[in-house]
Structure formats: structure tokens, C-alpha cells
């Protein structure tokens, strides 16, 4: 389908729905959601939620990237992104099959060194060098599983399903779905031989966070739910990062429930988080951001994707982002906090949290769906041409 680089999700969604010989009615009813509604979001009057654009997409028989507009291909181009992401796709080609090295891998400690320089990118949302750096890990990973035993074959697993995990992230991030399943598939294949529960609940975490694409809620809940139930007595080399694993899961059932509609059911979840962040405080064990801080940080993008403008900007104003915290959490913070500003008509303070968010996580903005989303709105509703939107538009590529 043709792309157009100042269509909206909303005229997206317009688009596909003509060429699927549907009216505005038979979308509602395919997508569970109201006519006046869908209507509104077609025009560009309310925003098109996440929830709203996953039901269309799942209705519509497309992907929610394609309502979306990802991948991004113009700006993947101009940042060389595009010729990094084709390396990848032939690593995952490889997961279980030992290759005819003349050289022996390095030990699965020195591997894992650089392991844990791609998850500290990855939290840090600085995508190119990770990028760079995995097919290589994989590979290394993968023979290194296949020449040692022991410890040291169980820490070449623990390598691989943490490069997966890193290729999953940056994959779904740049609107990669299908690079995204290939890599959940590959980490749950890893994560059970690497014998660390923390993997496997990792693997329901981002597993969960497939059905917020699909609209299949209900599965997200049960995943999460079951990931739950298995951690309850397991042993841990880790057992602090459990902890934070748990509170996570608490969290991707509290923004499921929030798309869902059921608030009752997000407020329950988020306290169940809050109360462990509580006991457990800051920590970012399993490469994950855990503890207080993103649990207000969740309750604040909760709010803005029910379209509860106000009260994302009222849970907002308690939510202090410590120094040197998670570049991508903080990044996203201040994106979903830019979107309630600008749909609750306050278009200065949302172009700065747009720019708190670019300054803070310039590649994780830059190819963010709800940054565009957010630029577009703004233009709509400026009566006066701002050049600081101009310019700003102009970097993400509208």
C-alpha cells in the first residue's frame, strides 16, 4: 500500500477501510468500537488510541504498522539503519547449528561482557551500535553453546537470549513486527536452556507485549498470569532480579487492563507493582527499569492511552525522573506526556516534552509512532505557523 508521510493513523485507517469496501459503521462493528468515535479519529478530531488502532488493524486484517505508518523508511535510510537490519535477519537464520569455525569462540565470560554492553544500549535507547553488534553475538553465542559444557554452556544460552532480547527491542521499536516474532520465537528456545527463570519471564513479558499490537488482550493477561504463577518458589542466580521481573509483569498487566478499557482492573495491577517497587526500591536487574519511578511512569502512560488527558498531566506533575535514569523509559515518558498535552489543547508544553524527549532518546523519538502522531496533531491545530514545529517535524520526517 502506498505510504503517505503526512497521512495520520486516523486517514490511514480511512484509507484501508475504503479499500475494504467498508463504511465507517461496518468498521465499528468489526473493530468493537463506537461509530462516532471512529469517525472523529478519520478526521484527525480525536486521537487514534493505541487500543483503537490495534482493534482497526486486527478488523482491517492488516498490522498495526501499517496504520502506523512503520517502518520508517526514509529516516532508517538517512540514519543507515536500513543496511544494519538485513545482517540481523541472516543471524537469526542461526540459533541451534554449529558452524565449521577454524577459531574457537571466545569464553562465554568475555562474550557475555559485550552482552551486557548491548543491554546497557538497549536501555539507553542508543540503537545504532547495538544494532551493529548483534548478528555477531549470535553467532559467537551459538558456538560457544555447541564447544563447551557445564556453566559455561549454560552462560552461552544466557548470551544468545540476551542478544535475542536486544534483536526483539530494537526490531519492534523501528516497526519490524515480523524480525520482532522471529526473535521472541529464538529467546524461547534459549531462555529454558540457559536454566534462569528471570529468561523465562522476561519471554512472557515481551510476548505480552505482542498482543498490545494484535488486540488479542485476552491471551496478554493469561501469558502474564501463568509467567506469574511459574516464578512463585523457582530458584534464581538472581533472585533481586526476580523480584523486578515480577513487579514488570504487574506493570504489562496494568497497561493491558488500561487498553482494555478496565480501569478498575490498571489501578489494581499498578498497586500490586507500586507495593513491590516499595519493598524492592531502584533496580535494574535483567536489563529492565524497576522500581518507583517507572512504576509512576507507567501510570502516567496508562491514563494518556485512555485518552485521560487531564489525568495523565495531574499523575505527571508527582513523577521525578532521577539523574542518569534510563534514557528509554525516560524518553517515553515524556512522549506519552507531550501526547496528553497536546490533545488537551496545550500545544507549547507538549512541544517541550517532545523535545525532553528527543534530547534525551533522540533515535527512540525519532521513529516513535506517537511522536509523529503527536507532530501531526500539533500542525492541525496551530492557528500560526511555529517554526520550532516546523523544525521539529522536519527532524522526525513529516
Known sequence: ???RIEEHAGARIARIRKQRGLTQQGLAMRAHVSKSLLSKVECGQKPASPGLVAACARALGVSASDLLGQPYAEELRRDRMDALI???REGLENWDIALDWETAPRPAS???????????????AQYTGMVHDLPVLIDESVQAVHSSTGEEQRLAYECLAETFRCVFTVAWKLG???????ALDRLAWTAPRADEPGLAAMHSFLRAQTTLSSGRYDVGLRVVDRALRDLDGQESRRPAGIEAMRGMLHLRAATI???????DHADARLAEARALARATGELPDFGVTWGPVNVGVHAVAIASEADDFGRAIELAANVRIPRGWTRSRAGHHWMDLG??????????QALDCLNQARRIAPQQTRYHPTVRETVLALRRQEQTRS??????????GI
Open 86 to 88: 538485513q545482517p540481523i
Open 176 to 182: 519490524f513486527l515480523d524480525l520482532a516474532t522471529v
Open 1 to 3: 500500500m502506498s505510504e
Open 387 to 396: 517554526s520550532s514545529l516546523a523544525q521539529y517535524a522536519e527532524w522526525v
Open 339 to 348: 501526547r496528553a498535552h497536546a490533545w488537551a489543547s496545550r500545544p507549547e
Open 257 to 263: 487492563a488500561g487498553r482494555m478499557k478496565d480501569r
Open 110 to 124: 568475555l562474550i557475555w561482557a559485550d552482552v551486557q554492553r548491548a543491554l546497557e544500549q538497549r536501555r539507553q
